[in-house]
T-cell receptor
Framework: QKEVEQNSGPLSVPEGAIASLNCTYS??????FFWYRQYSGKSPELIMF????GDKEDGRFTAQLNKASQYVSLLIRDSQPSDSATYLC???????????FGQGTILTVHP | DGGITQSPKYLFRKEGQNVTLSCEQN?????MYWYRQDPGQGLRLIYY???????QKGDIAEGYSVSREKKESFPLTVTSAQKNPTAFYLC?????????????FGSGTRLTVV
């Protein structure tokens, strides 16, 4: 069973703090990883993708990938209440472009 | 503006009834996907299609059917064989099946059995 597992939530952080979201995957054939943000009742929106080992930064977001450890993470710096949402980690290989999603982590940023 | 349109936004199904969820995209994407989302369970793949007139079963295809007669359209039918259809249904597309492309999602259809 090819799986993507996200760290148990929910996660609550104060405004201005760093939120750390983690994800592990079992399929070593997975080549690309994506982080989606989903507000309650809405569809997911892509916020980051990464396919090379190391860090990738975009504004307040940093994605990290460690293929040896099969580990992906998302750091949100200077967290804002508007970051409160469910964050979905997804991994994909070459099989028809299918993505396998984790169960999501609920993040709450409190003022 | 390019995007994916799902309709209706809310749908109510009676016992024993088949219902069809619409998904239309004007992004010129080749690949399209249907996912189901239940609370606390993330997204599970129902069906996917790489090209017109071709589609494959995903992880939870039982009780569902699809067609891909046009590149732009990938409707999903929830049949009476699907015993627990209440869920949030998401349609997605990407330019192709290779490369490092993420999905573009539609706004979803929330289906409820009444």
């Amino acid at each position: 069973q090819k799986e993507v597992e996200q760290n148990s939530g929910p996660l609550s952080v104060p405004e201005g703090a760093i939120a750390s979201l983690n994800c592990t995957y079992s399929d070593r054939g997975s080549q690309s990883f994506f982080w989606y943000r989903q507000y309650s009742g809405k569809s997911p929106e892509l916020i980051m993708f990464i396919y090379s080992n190391g860090d990738k930064e975009d504004g307040r977001f940093t994605a990290q990938l460690n293929k040896a450890s099969q580990y992906v993470s998302l750091l949100i710096r200077d967290s804002q209440p508007s970051d409160s949402a469910t964050y979905l980690c997804a991994g994909g290989g070459t099989s028809y472009g299918k993505l396998t999603f984790g169960q999501g982590t609920i993040l709450t940023v409190h003022p | 503006d390019g995007g994916i349109t799902q309709s209706p936004k809310y749908l109510f199904r009676k016992e024993g009834q088949n219902v069809t969820l619409s998904c239309e995209q004007n992004l010129n994407h080749d690949a399209m996907y249907w996912y189901r989302q239940d609370p606390g369970q993330g997204l599970r793949l129902i069906y996917y299609s790489q090209i017109v007139n071709d589609f494959q079963k995903g992880d939870i295809a039982e009780g569902y059917s699809v067609s891909r007669e046009k590149k732009e359209s990938f409707p999903l039918t929830v049949t009476s064989a699907q015993k627990n259809p209440t869920a949030f249904y998401l349609c997605a597309s990407r330019p192709g099946t290779g490369g490092n492309y993420g999905y573009t999602f539609g706004s979803g259809t929330r289906l409820t059995v009444v």
